[in-house]
């Protein structure tokens, strides 16, 4: 898949997972070590924002808007997800403020799965993934332009209609 970062062209290789597929299971902790996969996300409608760098202004800004959606919708679940380390995802949640589920992959292995590393990057592509409450896919945006913020109304109409 063709992205842009600032208007230069980068790849995304393999097959992302799609709408209608059970998202692939993944095995990450947060900022506490404790371990999360996609079991833990059954029975509420989930929204997963997969950032390339929360160290950056517009991954910084997407973290935010989903955080304060997370403190007033309880009946769906959010995870941000990066390859930032959990020392620099703590740092920055204590910076921001922010106070919501963030999973740390330095290591990339949510890439064997769902192919969303860029080789140019290496680092994520910015994806939001809504699963429903059996963990299957029910909408999928991978923006096209990486320095770019999301459609957070789209991935929020999606959650919620899931509820």
Known sequence: MKLTKKGQPVTLPGTQPAVGDMAPDFSLADINDKKHSVTDFLGKPTI?????????????????????????????????????????????????GVDMLMLHDPENTLNENYHLLINETKH?????????????????????????????AKALAAAKKLR
């Open 48 to 96: 997963l924002s997969i950032i390339p760098d929360i160290d950056t202004r517009v991954c910084a800004i997407q973290t935010k808007r989903f955080n304060m959606e997370a403190s007033r919708l309880k009946d769906i679940n959010f995870a941000t997800i990066s390859d930032n380390t959990k020392e620099e995802q703590a740092a920055w949640c204590g910076q921001e």
């Open 124 to 152: 994520y592509a910015r994806v939001i993934f809504v699963l429903d409450k059996n963990g299957v896919i029910q909408y999928r945006e991978i923006v096209p332009e990486i320095s770019q913020e999301p459609d957070y």
